[in-house]
């Protein structure tokens, strides 16, 4: 399992960017996807998740509206359109994949995660100036 997420950047608040992650040696259909990012002295946060054989799409409801997932599987990708960026959303974002993983929350949280063994991308900077 390999992926490469691309496209992150600089770009000022309002801004738009859209990320991709190509996924290699695997099909993504028998993978549950998600997005995740990390701030700078903050834990991973999901962003979205899909489940394995084109599951139900899940937000964490505070982005959900200037985040959008989308998957090409033609090309076996996924990607993630974010709109009117906030310096707030300066992280290092992440893709990641589990076998037929499926999409949950834990207990007090807002945002998803995948079920199963998570294998991570490596990860894509974007920051967001004011």
């Known amino acids: 399992v390999q992926l490469q997420a691309s496209g992150g950047g600089l770009v000022q608040a309002g801004g738009s960017l859209r990320l991709s992650c190509a996924a290699s040696?695997?099909?993504?259909?028998?993978?549950?996807i998600a997005w995740f990012r990390q701030a700078p002295g903050k834990e991973r946060e999901g962003i979205s998740c899909?489940?394995?054989?084109?599951?139900?799409?899940f937000y964490t409801n505070y982005l959900e509206g200037r985040f959008k997932f989308s998957r090409d599987d033609a090309k076996n990708m996924v990607f993630l359109q974010m709109n009117n960026l906030e310096p707030e959303d300066t992280a290092v974002y992440y893709c990641?994949?589990?076998?037929?993983?499926?999409?949950?929350?834990?207990?007090?949280?807002?945002?998803?995660?995948?079920?199963?063994?998570?294998?991570w991308g490596q990860g894509t900077q974007v920051t967001v100036s004011s």
């Open positions: 990641a994949v589990a076998l037929r993983g499926t999409c949950f929350r834990y207990n007090g949280r807002w945002d998803y995660t995948l079920t199963g063994q998570i294998s």
């Open positions: 899909i489940g394995h054989f084109r599951g139900n799409t």
């Open positions: 040696g695997f099909t993504l259909d028998e993978y549950g």
